[in-house]
């Protein structure tokens, strides 16, 4: 959540085993609860990007913009 800014948001996390492999579902309100206001999420999957190559390559110490 944090990669998308939404660490004040309302989530909830479910997960399950009765596939081949663990899956987890996240789901975000992209409303945020107090102030009404919509979350960005434009470019979005760039930001999914960086985020899973760091954690690739856990060498790298910060995310190139």
Do not use: C, I
């Not at 959540?1 to 660490?7: R, S």
């Not at 989530?11 to 899956?23: G, I, R």
């Amino acid at each position: 959540l944090a990669v998308l800014g939404l660490t004040e948001h309302q989530a909830m996390f479910v997960s399950h085993t009765d596939e081949d492999h663990p899956h987890l579902h996240v789901m975000v309100s992209t409303v945020h609860h107090y102030s009404g206001k919509t979350a960005n999420l434009a470019f979005s999957w760039k930001k999914f990007s960086r985020f899973a190559h760091v954690k690739r390559h856990p060498d790298l110490t910060r995310l190139r913009h």
